[in-house]
């Protein structure tokens, strides 16, 4: 039996709207203002402001070289997932893709796979988002907040996807708005203008160990730092298919993503490491950028960010259970999961979002009984996941590509860079870092983590796949 046989009917669908188990399609409410504010912020996040830190405590200045690399490599990734989903926007994005260019059994496993780890995201931000609230209001409970917050941004998904796109656009507006404060200020005080402050010159970047005081070992947590910190990104293709353009929104989306990576991450590291010595303490105890301004003598710096920060993982909250729960539709809408889940009621797939917030949930629970440790279990537990969804994307994109350039060449609005050259590189890359992670007795844990959940499923769709085939030949 071919492999056509046993294929769900999304896998030939070109259209930005995906039909459910009732018929009943998506909504577009998502309008171009919000796919763009959504694709300029989603790139500014938890791991940027919270995460780097760590990174910087390790790598020491190379940071930027981490950063610089690692965004490389994320550069080509949502160039190449832009030229699938442009191509062929679906809610599924890059699972529907796998699962037209490789199987089934793909489109299940990086599906599935990150469905797993935007639900375990949601949970880290709603802990993070807590502990700053907690911060301000001393005598409340976390498990308080984090319930609070998984309740207010649940409901809020359980509305109509206009919703999601009005609290993105204005969180990402004062996201943006912020990080274009510090990066304004902090190149003023590198070349010494800002009033009150001298040039530090290059001295930071080259005193205390040099430019790599923690070696290959701490450029390596670096570099795991910020691949950490750029997931997500992903979303905006996600949430594409619910606009009124998918194409051109998606497009965009994706031909902005160099310079926004340019500026905002790579930027903003080099900002950091030339104004204050990699081993300041408040790198850590404050977060890298309250650390900074506050070096700079900004008034009330740190609380000032704890407030940007707290924006930043209220907005990952809500576009984690967004996305997660489009995710989970699209693989229900082809077989790919509970058909009990796939229901959409007011063209929202309100069971998905319940479905795809239990585990937050949960970490009302967990963060009651073990306050102090699940934050890093949690982090530690998705560490590689992100990795082997960039692997299926390349590999697609290389399959896909070569179809298109074959059957519908005009698809091809949005096309990678370098092709297949690049593609090539991309996919080294991702098996560099992982095999990096699987060598470093630190990391090590995540991989084990990661090949072991990454094999369950694709043992399981491979099985459902031949399941399919034998019913279809039945």
């Not at 996040?45 to 405590?57: D, E, H, P, R, T």
């Not at 529907?96 to 949970?123: D, K, N, Q, S």
């Not at 001295?203 to 997931?231: I, T």
């Not at 990678?416 to 050259?421: D, Q, S």
Request: neutral net charge; hydrophobic residues 55%; aromatic residues 10%.
């Amino acid at each position: 039996m071919s492999q056509r046989t046993a294929t769900p009917p999304e896998q030939q669908q070109t259209s930005g709207e995906e039909t459910g188990p009732a018929g009943s399609p998506l909504g577009n409410g998502l309008k171009q203002r919000h796919l763009s504010m959504i694709a300029l912020g989603g790139v500014i996040g938890a791991g940027l402001f919270v995460g780097s830190g760590a990174g910087i405590a390790a790598a020491g200045p190379s940071i930027v070289l981490a950063y610089a690399a690692s965004g490389l490599l994320v550069m080509f990734v949502m160039r190449m997932l832009g030229e699938m989903s442009a191509a062929n926007p679906a809610s599924g994005s890059f699972s529907v893709h796998a699962e037209r260019a490789i199987g089934p059994w793909a489109g299940f496993t990086a599906g599935w796979m990150f469905w797993i780890l935007l639900c375990v995201g949601v949970a880290i931000e709603a802990i993070g988002a807590a502990h700053i609230v907690t911060g301000w209001l001393p005598g409340t409970p976390s498990w308080m907040w984090v319930l609070i917050f998984m309740a207010v941004f649940c409901g809020s998904n359980l509305a109509a996807v206009s919703n999601f796109g009005e609290f993105e656009f204005w969180f990402s507006a004062l996201k943006i708005g912020a990080i274009a404060l510090f990066l304004g200020l902090g190149v003023l005080a590198v070349l010494g203008v800002l009033p009150g402050t001298s040039s530090p010159g290059a001295a930071n970047l080259l005193h205390d160990g040099g430019f790599m005081p923690g070696g290959v070992d701490g450029l390596l947590v670096g570099l795991l730092a910020s691949v950490v910190a750029y997931g997500g990104l992903e979303t905006v293709t996600i949430a594409a298919a619910e606009s009124e353009n998918p194409a051109k929104g998606v497009a965009t989306a994706v031909k902005t993503t160099m310079w926004r990576i340019a500026v905002v991450y790579v930027g903003s590291m080099l900002v950091i490491v030339t104004l204050l010595p990699w081993n300041e303490p408040g790198v850590t105890e404050q977060g890298p950028y309250a650390a900074t301004l506050n070096h700079l003598g900004i008034p009330a710096a740190g609380e000032v960010m704890n407030v940007v920060i707290l924006i930043a993982l209220l907005s990952a909250m809500n576009a984690n259970i967004y996305g997660s729960s489009r995710m989970a539709y699209s693989l229900i809408s082809r077989g790919q999961g509970p058909k009990a889940l796939g229901k959409l009621t007011d063209r929202v797939p309100r069971r998905a979002v319940l479905a795809s917030s239990g585990f937050g949930f949960l970490t009302v629970l967990l963060s009651y009984w073990y306050p102090e440790t699940l934050f890093a279990w949690l982090l530690n537990m998705v560490g590689g996941v992100i990795l082997v969804v960039w692997g299926f994307i390349a590999v697609s994109q290389f399959v896909l590509r070569r179809r298109l350039e074959r059957e519908a060449p005009e698809q091809l609005a949005v096309r990678m860079w370098g092709f297949p050259y690049l593609t090539w590189v991309a996919l080294a890359g991702v098996a560099g870092v992982l095999v990096l992670m699987a060598l470093d007795g630190d990391t090590r844990v995540q991989v084990v983590f990661t090949g072991g959940l990454a094999l369950a499923l694709a043992l399981t769709g491979y099985v459902r796949q031949r399941a399919a085939a034998a019913r279809a030949a039945a």
